[in-house]
């Protein structure tokens, strides 16, 4: 079920501040969204800033380099001079370190004996190298804000990259919990089947309104271009080629897919990483960044509501068809999984050896790797589309597919969030990719 991290929920609705997830449940309950639990923070215990005093790196018999450092970590926590497991002349303690991405006078985020990290993996002072670390210096995966490992937290650069340049970090000993966003309760709610809107951030920010009287900013609203810089762009010739035929095996007549948006957005930077606060956003929301392009569209769904899926533009053949699996077709998902689809099962096709001849993706529930998003793709189609809740709900079951597009597109999507969360989409890849928005859409409309 979704989580809530009120963070993000404050971007749509007015929170008072200090709200807490208990009291977020109890307004929520009030107009039928249950609480399913309060996740606790990812991290407790004691984790403060600390100042490395020194840093001395030395060559191990098995070829690693390891520091053993003095870091300050406040009078609260240091050792007094002449005091401690290894004594040091400086208030501070000794802590092994095999990064090496810091010097002597960096801030950095120290876990004291006492802290629990994500995993249960708890800290305590241990003799390691022929030193007593006594505590640990940290890295973002270890707190499990980011996947970066290579190197731990230098506080200045963190700052710097989340909107606070020229910033001192703060003193030795303060609560880095905090500063780093690793202290907010998450509620987990429980959504009914029938009110699917509520799998994003935008329903329950919509739905605390009516509970509260708070004032709610639709982030739909396309007319608010402080949102969608770039407008919503016209369908009209030169988009990308999509046909949605007539549905030969509609169900329950039905037809399988009733509205088909396709935006392309060419020349991103391959490399270009998705920024901290996604990122932090997603992994609060219980999702692990992967990728710019991926990452935008898993946001994009969780803040409107409105599953998307990114193709490589350079691994397609025009025209992409929405249609019916043949019998027997088989499909190799991103899961490395190639399974054998049923007539029932609506794919998206490509059109290599003909119109549609190629099957991509199980529409509405998971994506295939033949034309997956990888680290050289540079030209991305995003698929912003609305499918029979039925169809999808049947085909998530029959492949044991519960994903998070499944979730929301069998519990029925408003027709008109497609263009929008693919404008959305757009924005944000050209914003932090680098890339240029062909100026109209594909938009196939029969709702």
Known sequence: MPYVPIEWLREHVDVPAGLSAEQLAADLVRVGLEEERIVPPAVTGPLVVGKVLTREAKEQSNGKVINYCRVDVGPEHNDAPGTGKEPSELPSRGIVCGAHNFDVGDYV?????????????????????????????????ELGIGEDHSGIIVLQQWLAEHGHEGEEPPAPGTDAIG???????????????????????????????HSTGARFTDPADATDTGLYPNGLAPAGEGGFDVVVPEDPRPIHGRPGCDRYVARLVRGIDPSAPSPTWMQDRLTAAGMRPISL????????????????HAFDAGKLTAPIVVRRAQEGERLAFLDEVTRT?????????????????????????????????????????????????????????????????????????????????????????VEYGGGSAEPVSTDVNRT
Do not use: W
């Open 293 to 308: 392009a991926v990452d935008v569209t898993n946001y994009v769904m969780l803040d409107l509501g409105q599953p998307l």
């Open 109 to 141: 985020v120290v876990c004291l004996p006492g802290a629990v990290l994500p995993g249960d993996f708890r800290i305590a002072a241990r003799k390691t190298y022929g030193h007593v670390s006594d505590g640990m210096i940290c890295s973002a995966r």
């Open 179 to 209: 500063i780093l966003g690793l202290g907010e309760e998450v509620l987990e709610i429980n959504v009914t089947p029938d009110r699917g809107y509520c799998f994003s951030m935008r329903g329950v920010a919509r739905e605390y309104s």
């Open 341 to 429: 689809l049923d007539p029932e099962d609506l794919v998206i096709a490509d059109s290599p050896q003909g119109v549609g001849s190629r099957a991509l993706v199980l529409a509405g529930v998971f994506g295939g790797a033949l034309s997956e998003v990888d680290a050289d793709t540079r030209d991305v189609l995003i698929e912003a589309a609305h499918f029979d809740p039925v169809s999808v709900a049947r085909s998530a079951r029959r492949h044991k597919l519960p994903t998070e597009s499944s979730k929301r597109n069998e519990r029925g999507v408003d027709t008109e969030l497609t263009s929008i969360a693919a404008q959305r989409a757009v924005d944000l890849l």
